[in-house]
């Protein structure tokens, strides 16, 4: 009968020794990569913020004119009306963006990356929201300002 003998195998020992340095560099690779992912999520629904904050100024001036023309004692009802509706539409968007503004928080440090990005994810779609309110209550506020003024 043989007796087997092992031979270690110097390849797989060059391996065995790699192996932990290759798993640690793997494991901290992803850390590293999922920071980034979370701070481009951050990004984007700061940039969001940033493009349409500046809308602001616009909703607050149509406001005034579309109040200044409101002070016009020979308006129908109807058309007051109009004016009532756009004016709270417009200041319910302007409203919008101060409460995000307010609530919104950044990630915590020691938040897990899949709660940073479920967050910074439910952010971006308020701000989106609020983006469109914005955009949309403007657009409809100018067209009709602009409606009234060409009847004056």
């Known amino acids: 009968m043989k007796k087997l003998i092992f031979k270690p195998n110097y390849h ?6 790699v192996f932990p340095i290759f798993l640690f560099s793997l494991t901290m690779f992803a850390c590293v ?7 481009a999520l951050e990004k984007e629904v700061i940039a969001i913020h940033d493009e349409v904050m500046p809308k602001g100024i616009n909703i607050n001036r149509v406001q005034r004119a579309l ?34 503004m307010a609530e919104y928080k950044a990630p915590a440090k020691d ?12 952010e971006k779609v308020k701000i989106i929201t609020v983006k469109e309110l914005m955009l949309t ?3 409809n506020g100018q067209k009709l300002l602009k409606e009234l003024e060409s009847k004056q």
């Open 12 to 17: 797989l020992l060059q391996v065995m020794k």
């Open 33 to 39: 990569n999922n920071k980034s992912k979370i701070k």
């Open 67 to 100: 109040k200044k023309i409101a002070k016009d004692t020979t308006l129908n009802e109807s058309v007051l009306n109009d004016i009532r509706d756009q004016v709270k539409e417009l200041s319910d968007a302007d409203d919008a963006m101060t409460q995000w």
């Open 111 to 122: 938040d897990t990356y899949e709660i940073a990005m479920d967050h910074l994810n439910q």
């Open 137 to 139: 209550s403007l657009a």
